[in-house]
C-alpha cells in the first residue's frame, strides 16, 4: 500500500471539504480528486488540481466573453476541428496537476518533458523512505533480441528467481548503509551518538535508481496530451506506461471530448511517409505491390504493411 | 465603455452561477472572477480562471499530502525564504487566466513574455471592431531629451491639439478604408453587391497599431511575476504599465502573502553591483566617497546615490 | 530593393572575412552567409550565424565522442529513423540564426512560435523607416466564400485599383503624419523648433500593420522544422509562406540529409484518423465504400479522398 | 582519467582539423574546443560547439547589418547596461554546446533547468561503464547542524573510513549484479549462454546514483548565466558546483566581456530587500541600528550585516 494512515487521513480530511466556485468545475474529476491511484507496487499518481474543461479549449478559440458553449454537438465539432489541424494554443488554455511517486528511473525519462512545472521531494533536505520498486514476475523480460530498446521473453524458472533475489538483496542493502551513513533515528537524534552522521546530499548518492521519488508535476492539456501519446504508446517502456494509462483515464474524467477527439485523430491514426502513400495508392488502383518496387527500406515496408493490416 | 451589453450580460451569467469544488478557493478573487477592470480608453483587463493559492506555493515545496498549511505564519514565513533565495519552482505551482483587450503596440510589448499561453482573437478570421486607442491629454508627452525610449514633458496647447486631431483622423480614416475593402455588412452579406471585397487576412494591414485586438492570456504565479516586475516598473511604457497595475491589485487578492513578499523582497529592493557594494562600505565606514574615487561610470554613480537616498 | 548601400557594404566587407575554425562547417551555407534573399516588396530573410549540421544530429543521438559520423549512408538511415519516430531532442542540437525584414502583421503571426530568441529592432528607441508592403496585383485576393481564413478569386479591374489605392494611400498619410509628430530631422534636430515632438514610443501608434519591421530570430533545427510544417504549407498566408519558403532553401543547403527525411516523412506525408484508416482498410479490402457508410465527416471524408487521390 | 585512449583519438583527430568559416570565431575558445577538462574523479566536461561572441551580443541588441562591433569600449559599455537591467534577449543570442560525463544525482539537480536542449547516453539502449563516484577524503562532510540541506565539519577517521568502504562496496556489488543480469559479455555474446538475460531497461535500475552518466547539453548565454548563477555558488552542492565552476571558465573564454559583467553586475552585487534598505538608509544618515529596532528577522539581520560586511 503506497500511503500511509497518517497520508491518507490527510486525503481524506482534504476531500470532505468543499466550497463554492464560480470557476468551470467538472464533476467527474472532482470525485476523484486526491485520490491516489495505485501504480506498481509502491507507487501512485492522484491528480490535486485543475482548471478548466472541454469548454475552456472551446472559449480559447474563440475568446468569448461567456462560457463558449454552444451546444455539445457543435463543441465537439470544433475540438476535433482543431485536433485535426493540430491547432495547439486552445489546448493551452486548460491545466492540471499531478501528485505523482514513481521509481528514480522512470523519474529520470519522465523528466525530459520539459514543458511541465516539477517540485520534487528532496533527498538533500530529508530522508528517502525505504521503499524501491521490484518488477512483478509477468514484467521480469529478457532482452529483446530485434530491438535494442525493448523486450523479449518472460524471464523463468532459476534465472527469473535469481535476478528477483539480487534486486531484492541489493535494494536492503544499499538502503541499510544509506541509513547506517547518515546515523539519523527517525527522531532525528543520532543512532549512534559518537558518529556525526554522513550529509544528507551524500548519503542519498548510495541508493538505487528503483528507490521511490515523489514529486508534484503540473502542464497543460496540450503538452499533457504530447506526454501521453509518448508514454502510453506501446513503445514506452512497461514502468511509464502504467502511470501514463492511469493519467489517460483522469485526463477522459476531464476533458471527455478532448480525449475521445485525441483517440480519434492522433492516438489512433497513422502517419504515412511521401513514398508510403505512394504504395497505398498504387494498391488503391489495385496494382501488386511488394517491397521489391515500392522504394521503402524493409522496415519501413514492415511498418507500413502493420498499418494497413496486410501481411508483409 | 468596453463592453456592449450582450457581452456584460454574458459575463453577469457566468457570475450568477456557482459550483461546490473541493480544489482550493479563493473568495476574495472570486469576487471578482469574469468581471472586467477597464484600462485606458477601451481596454480591460479581466480574470477568467484560475489554480491554487498561497497555501499551493507552500504545499508544492513540501510536495505534502494535504493541503500543506500549518500555520498561517510559518506558510509566510516559508514564501518568504523562497521569494528571498530566488527559488522558483514552487511559484510555478499556481495558474491564472486573463482575457485582455489592448491595443496592437501594447500586445507587441507583452508577447515577448514568451513563457505563456495566449490566444489572439483572429482578424484573418474575424473583422475587427472600430476601436481604436487615443492618449489622455496627460499622456500625450513629448519625446524624452535625455532617455531615448522615454517620455519628457507633456505636449501643450496647438501641438497638443494637432497630435490629438492626427491621431484620429488617421485612426477614422484607416477603419473606414478597411471597411470599404472588406465590403462586408454586419451580417455577412456585400456592403456592394458589385464587389467581392479583399480578404480579411489582408484588409487588416491597413489598420493602425492603436486598433484594440484582444487575448487569453495565462501564466503560473512565478512568471506572472516576472510580468510585473518588468511592467509594472516606473520604466515601462505607460500603456502597459496601467494593465501590469490592474494586474497586481488582481494577484493580491489571490495570492496576499505572496504578492507581500513579491512587494519586500523583489519590486521593492535593490540590487547593487560589486563596484556599488564597495562604495556602500566605505561609505559605512565613513569615509567621504565622491564620483571621482568611486571606480564607478557617471550613469552607475547616479542610480547607486539615488537607491541610497543621497544627493549625487 | 530592402537594403540602402550602406548596408549591403557592411554585409560585402563581413562576408570577404573567413576565420579558421576547429567547429563543424557547411560550405553550402557559408556560400550564402549573410546574403539577404529578397521576400515580398521590401522585405528579406538571411542567416547570420549557425552552428552544427547534419552530422550534430546524428553525433548528438549517440552523444559520441567524435565528429559521429561513420558513412553518410548510416548518418542517412538514422536520421530518417529519428524523423519517423518523432525524436525530437537530436534535432534540437543544431541551431541556426535569422535577420529577418517583414510586415508587422507577419511579425505578429510569426511571434506565436514560442520557442525560439528574438530581438526585435525598437520603435520606442528607434525611428521606423518609410516602407511598407503592398500586395502585388496577383495576391490581391478576394475573401474565400469556403474558408473563413482564406482566400479566394483575384480582384481585378476598378475594385483592385481601389483597393491599392486605398493601402497606398492611407501609408503615405499616416507616416507623413508619424514623421510630422516626431517632429525629428534625419539629423536628429527638430524640423519645426517651434514644436517638442511626441515621443516616439506614442506616435509609433499611429503607423499601420503594412509597415516593415525586422529582427534577428533564432531556433534549434527541430523547432524550425515545426515552424517551416506550418509556415511553409499550403494553408499559410501567402504573405508569411514566402519568407518560409525562403528559409526552407536556406535549410536544404544547411542540413541535407535533415531536409531530405523531412519532405519525406513529415510534410510529404499523411496523417489519417483511426476512422479514416478503417476506410483505407475497406477500400483496399475491395470493397466500394462511400460518404454515407464511411462513419466520417463530409468535411473529413473531402479531406481523406484529397489525401488518397480519388474523387470525393 | 575519465577518457579511454580511443576516445582520446578520436578527439585529438577531430581537433586537428580546421574549415575556414565566415562565422564569428572565438580564438581562445578554439583552443580548447572538444578537450574535456576533468571534473570529479571520473567525470568531465568539454565544449563541443558554439555559436556567436560578445559581438553577437551587441548586434542583437542593435539588429545590425554588419559585425556590430563599434569600438571594444563602447560595446563593453552597452553589454555592462544590458546587464545591469537585466535585458535578458540579446544574450540569447550566443549559443554553447557542452559534452558532460557526471555522476547519476547530479545529473538530476542539473535537469532542472529545463530552458537548454538535451540529448543522454541510454541506459535502456546501451550498457554503462562501471565507473562510480567516490568522494574525496576533504569532501566527505558530516550533515550541517545548522541547515538542513548544507555540509557540516569533514568526517575522519573510522567514521570517514567505514562510509568510504560502504560506498565503495556496495557500487562494486550493484555493478557485479548489473553485469551478471544482462548476462552479456563485451562482445555482445551472452556470458552465460544457458539465461536470456534481463532486458537492459531493466537492469540498470540496479545501479545506484554515483554511477556515472553523461549528456549533450546545449544552452544559449543567458541561460548558461542562469545556470552559474545557481550553481557556481556557495549554497550548490560540491559536486554539482565544480562543474559550473569549470564552465564558467569556458565562459571567460568565450565572451569575456559579458563575463566580465556577469562577476561585476549579478554573482558580484548583491540583492538587498525594501526593509534592507531602510537599515542601510538609517545606518548611512549616523544612526546605530540593531536588529532589534530593523524590522528584519533574525536570519535576514544576519545575512544583511554579512553583506554590508559587519559584525551582526
Known sequence: MPLTPEQQAEIDKHRAETQPTRRATVPALEEILYQPVPVLDHGFVRVIDYMGDDAAVVQAARVSYGRGTKRVSEDRGLIQYLMRHRHTTPFEMAEIKF?????????????????????????????????????????LAAQ????????????????????????????????????????????????????????????????????????????????????????????????????????????????????????QYRVGGAHISEKGMVVVKRLLAGETVGHAGSGLSKREWTELMEILGRAS
Open 99 to 139: 501528485h505523482v511517486k514513481l521509481p528514480i528511473f522512470v523519474a529520470r525519462q519522465w523528466i525530459r518533458h520539459r514543458t511541465a512545472n516539477v517540485n520534487e521531494y528532496s533527498a538533500r533536505y530529508s530522508i528517502l523512505d525505504k521503499e524501491f520498486y521490484i518488477p512483478a514476475p509477468e514484467q
Open 144 to 263: 529483446s533480441t530485434v530491438n535494442r530498446q525493448g523486450r523479449g521473453d518472460l524471464l523463468e524458472g532459476k534465472e527469473a528467481a535469481r535476478v528477483l533475489e539480487l534486486l531484492r538483496g541489493d535494494a536492503e542493502r544499499v538502503y541499510a548503509h544509506y541509513a547506517e551513513m547518515l546515523n539519523e533515528s527517525e527522531e532525528g537524534a543520532a543512532r549512534d551518538p559518537k558518529r556525526q552522521g554522513l550529509a544528507r546530499e551524500l548519503a542519498r548518492m548510495n541508493l538505487s535508481l528503483n528507490f521511490y521519488t515523489q514529486w508534484y508535476w503540473k502542464t497543460d492539456l496540450f503538452n499533457l496530451m504530447n506526454f501521453l501519446a509518448l508514454r502510453a504508446d506501446a513503445h514506452a517502456q512497461y514502468e511509464i506506461r502504467v502511470y501514463a494509462d492511469a493519467m489517460l483515464g483522469m485526463m477522459e474524467r476531464w476533458v471527455p471530448i478532448t480525449a475521445e477527439a485525441f483517440h
